[in-house]
């Protein structure tokens, strides 16, 4: 059990905390990977956001001296993440994607994709950047890719989908949090099924990807989100079955289809032998997501 008043009595700075969190994160074995690998970088996220401090703070503010209510706060985010084993960016309600900073709840799956590498970079060199007029993020959640889009590719319309109406609601208010009600439109949609036809010059996806046996066997931190999220049951590629089946239809002769799909690269590439698909590499780790232009896309509609 973490004692939490003994912490709030004897901790006088926020590095205490810091230090005491670690301390609290190694003995319970947790389990990391949403938006950090060890107990440090946890510990300092926890801390951090709880007093809604930027990650990259001056180290030197690591010595203040923190008031009662602050010790409290963090006291007790501490506890649950140890105790239910609740992932921090749902503690504290925030979580950073591409450089920005999103609100988020357990109604949609905290932002972790690669993808956000790929935006700071503006898809550089798969695009133009000023031909960008159109983009489409399907299965948007949070909205973060959508938003991150949109900040990067100032003169393109984005369209952010999902048929969840509890995510839609989230990714509401952080396109209120960037004033951004003018560029990017929230669809309910299952996949392209409400679209009516439109097309896109890119389309980026981050669909649920999580076979029903490897579902079974994820650490409790991932069963605090939406389940639909992350599972797509039998062998976890149903969902990008029907991108790939669909997406040429809906995007530009000169567009191009961003798809994350995980550990199923080998299942992928093995059902889809012929398809040339291009995997992204990223500097900042993270691995299965692939690229298809949209003539890639009309020779792989041949085969369904």
């Known amino acids: 059990m973490v004692n939490t008043q003994h912490a709030i009595q004897e901790m006088v700075t926020i590095r205490d905390f810091v230090r005491w969190a670690v301390t609290q994160f190694n003995q319970a074995g947790l389990v990391y990977g949403h938006g950090t690998d060890n107990s440090w970088d946890e510990a300092v996220n926890l801390v951090l956001s709880t007093l809604h401090l930027p990650p990259d703070i001056d180290v030197n503010v690591l010595e203040s001296k923190l008031l009662a209510t602050e010790k409290e706060s963090i006291a007790q985010h501490v506890k649950k993440r140890v105790v239910e084993q609740i992932p921090?960016?749902?503690?504290?309600n925030e979580a950073w994607f591409a450089g920005l900073n999103f609100y988020v709840d357990e109604r949609v799956i905290i932002p972790?994709?690669?993808?956000?590498?790929?935006?700071?970079?503006?898809?550089?060199?798969?695009?133009?950047?000023?031909?960008?007029?159109?983009?489409?993020?399907?299965?948007?959640?949070?909205?973060?890719?959508?938003?991150?889009s949109a900040l990067v590719f100032p003169e393109a319309s984005v369209d952010a989908v999902d048929v969840s109406e509890?995510?839609?609601?989230?990714?509401?208010?952080?396109?209120?949090?960037?004033?951004?009600?003018?560029?990017?439109?929230?669809?309910?949609?299952?996949?392209?099924?409400?679209?009516?036809g439109k097309q896109y010059d890119v389309i980026i996806s981050n669909p649920p990807y999580v076979s029903q046996s490897e579902y079974e066997f994820l650490p409790k931190e991932y069963l605090h989100e939406?389940?639909?999220?992350?599972?797509?049951?039998?062998?976890?590629?149903?969902?990008?079955?029907?991108?790939?089946?669909?997406?040429?239809?809906?995007?530009?002769?000169?567009?191009?289809?961003?798809?994350?799909?995980?550990?199923?690269?080998?299942?992928?590439?093995?059902?889809?032998?012929?398809?040339?698909f291009t995997w992204l590499q990223f500097e900042n780790g993270g691995e299965g997501v692939f690229l298809l232009t949209a003539d890639e896309l009309k020779e792989l509609n041949h085969t369904f």
């Not at 983009?135 to 949070?142: A, E, I, N, R, V």
């Not at 009600?181 to 309910?188: A, F, P, R, S």
């Not at 949609?189 to 409400?194: E, P």
């Open 112 to 148: 972790r994709s690669p993808i956000a590498e790929l935006l700071e970079e503006a898809l550089s060199p798969w695009v133009e950047k000023d031909n960008i007029k159109s983009m489409l993020d399907l299965c948007t959640g949070s909205g973060c890719i959508a938003i991150a």
């Open 166 to 196: 509890d995510a839609l609601a989230v990714a509401k208010l952080n396109v209120e949090r960037f004033s951004l009600e003018d560029t990017v439109h929230l669809i309910q949609s299952d996949l392209f099924s409400n679209l009516k």
């Open 88 to 92: 921090v960016p749902y503690l504290v």
């Open 226 to 276: 939406p389940q639909k999220a992350l599972l797509c049951e039998a062998d976890g590629l149903d969902t990008v079955r029907k991108i790939l089946q669909n997406a040429r239809a809906h995007l530009t002769d000169k567009g191009i289809l961003i798809v994350e799909v995980g550990f199923n690269q080998e299942k992928l590439e093995a059902e889809f032998p012929h398809v040339p």
